[in-house]
C-alpha cells in the first residue's frame, strides 16, 4: 500500500498545486492577449517536455511500486509455460498458496497460441517469508478425444533469503498419450 | 497566461487519476481489463479487441429496462457491426442458462459474468451499465441504466468515436 499512498500524496500535491495557479485572479478590465504564433510554438515544445517528464515519473514510480511492494527477499513469481499441447487444450489455471487462492486466470485462444509459440506467462507475483510453503497449480481444459480435464499438482518449497521463481509446464507424455504437469523451481 | 495553461492541463490529467484512486470506472481512463468465457465456452478477453470500438453493457434476466436496451443494441449492432464496433454484453446471472439463451435469441455477444467478479472491477451499482471504449482500450462514455432515447444518444457517441 505505501506506494499507492505516496502516488497519491504526490498527485494531491500537484492538484493542489495546478488548481492554484489555473486560478490566479486575471486583473479587472485587463482582455487577455492572443498568443503569438512562437509562443504557441514554445507551448508546445514545453508540453511536450512535460508530458516526457510525466512519463518517465511514471516508469520510476512503478520500478518503486515493485521494489517496495514485492523486495527481492521475499519475492516469488510463478510463471506458466506450455511445450507440445497436443493432448491438452489449457483452459485456465487456479494457483493456491499454503491452500489459499492466489490467482486464478482464463485462458483465450491467443494466449494459449502464444504459450504453445514459447511464450511465458506470469501468472502470479507475490511475496512470501522464509520457510517451506505448499504450491498448488489446478490445470483445466480439454485432455484426449475433447474430454474435460483437471488436473492438479503440488511442490513444496522451500523459501529462503532472494527471490524464488516457480515454473508451472504443461507438456504432453508421449509414452502415456497424456498431458504432464509439472511445478519446477528456478532459483 | 502559459503557467495557468500547463496548471490546467496538470489539473485535467490529474482529476482521472485520483478518481481511479477511488475504485470507480472513469471516462478518459484504461477500461478495466478481463476475461470471461461466451455461451459457446470459449474464453474472450477485453484487451484483445484494442483496436475496436467495445460496447460493453452489464445486464441481468431480471432487469426489465435490460431487455428493452438489448433490443436496441442488436439494431446499432447491425449499423455498426461491420464497422469496427464490437458489442459486447455481460450477464450477471449466476446461472449461466440465461447467457446461453439470450445469446441464442439476440445475436449479440453474450459474456457470463456469474461469480460477478468482472461487475465488482466496473463498480456496478445500476443496470444496465453500458461502458463505451474507444479503440485505444479507455473509457469515454459511462451510463448508467436506461432511458428510451438512450439508443440515439450510443449512436451518436459511436459515430463520433469511429470518426476519431
Not at chain 1, 66 to 89: I, K, W, Y
Not at chain 2, 130 to 136: E, N, Q
Request: charged share 25%; with cysteine; hydrophobic share 45%.
Amino acid at each position: 500500500m505505501a506506494p499507492n499512498r505516496l502516488k497519491l500524496h504526490l498527485m494531491s500535491g500537484a492538484l493542489l498545486l495546478g488548481t492554484a495557479l489555473a486560478f490566479q485572479p486575471v486583473r479587472a478590465g485587463e482582455e487577455p492577449a492572443a498568443p503569438a504564433p512562437a509562443a504557441m510554438a514554445s507551448v508546445d515544445s514545453e508540453v511536450q517536455v512535460l508530458k516526457d517528464e510525466v512519463l518517465d515519473l511514471n516508469r520510476e514510480l512503478f520500478l518503486l511500486e515493485e521494489e517496495l511492494l514485492f523486495p527481492a527477499n521475499t519475492q516469488v513469481a510463478v510463471f506458466v509455460s506450455m511445450d507440445v499441447g497436443e493432448f491438452f487444450d489449457l483452459d485456465s489455471v487456479q494457483l493456491r498458496i499454503d491452500d489459499k487462492p492466489v490467482s486464478s486466470y482464463l485462458y483465450t485462444e491467443r494466449e494459449v497460441q502464444a504459450l504453445l509459440r514459447g511464450g511465458v506467462h506470469r501468472i502470479y507475483l507475490g511475496n512470501l517469508k522464509t520457510g517451506e510453503h505448499e504450491l498448488t497449480a489446478v490445470f483445466t481444459g480439454q485432455g484426449p478425444h475433447d474430454r474435460d480435464y483437471r488436473r492438479g499438482a503440488t511442490l513444496k518449497v522451500e523459501k529462503g533469503i532472494g527471490a524464488k521463481f516457480v515454473e508451472l509446464r504443461i507438456s504432453d507424455r508421449e509414452s502415456k498419450q497424456q498431458p504432464e504437469f509439472l511445478v519446477k523451481e528456478w532459483e | 497566461m502559459r503557467t495557468q495553461f500547463l496548471a490546467m492541463l496538470l489539473t485535467a490529467n490529474l482529476l482521472p487519476a485520483l478518481a481511479v484512486a477511488s475504485g470507480a470506472v472513469v471516462p478518459g481512463q484504461p477500461a478495466p481489463d478481463f476475461a470471461l468465457k461466451d455461451a459457446a465456452g470459449d474464453n474472450l478477453r477485453l484487451s484483445e479487441w484494442r483496436g475496436e470500438v467495445v460496447v460493453l453493457a452489464f445486464w441481468a434476466d431480471w432487469c426489465g429496462r435490460c431487455s428493452d436496451q438489448q433490443q436496441e443494441l442488436a439494431k446499432l449492432q447491425r449499423k455498426y457491426g461491420e464497422r469496427g464496433v464490437r458489442f459486447v454484453t455481460v450477464n450477471i446471472d449466476r446461472d449461466d442458462h440465461v447467457a446461453r439463451g439470450a445469446a441464442a435469441r439476440s445475436g449479440l455477444l453474450v459474456l457470463h459474468d456469474g461469480d460477478g467478479a468482472v461487475a465488482r472491477q466496473y463498480d456496478l451499482s445500476n443496470l444496465p451499465l453500458t461502458v463505451l471504449v474507444d479503440a485505444h482500450g479507455k473509457v469515454r462514455h459511462v451510463h448508467e441504466k436506461y432511458r428510451g432515447g438512450d439508443a440515439a444518444l450510443y449512436d451518436e457517441e459511436l459515430a463520433a468515436l469511429l470518426q476519431e
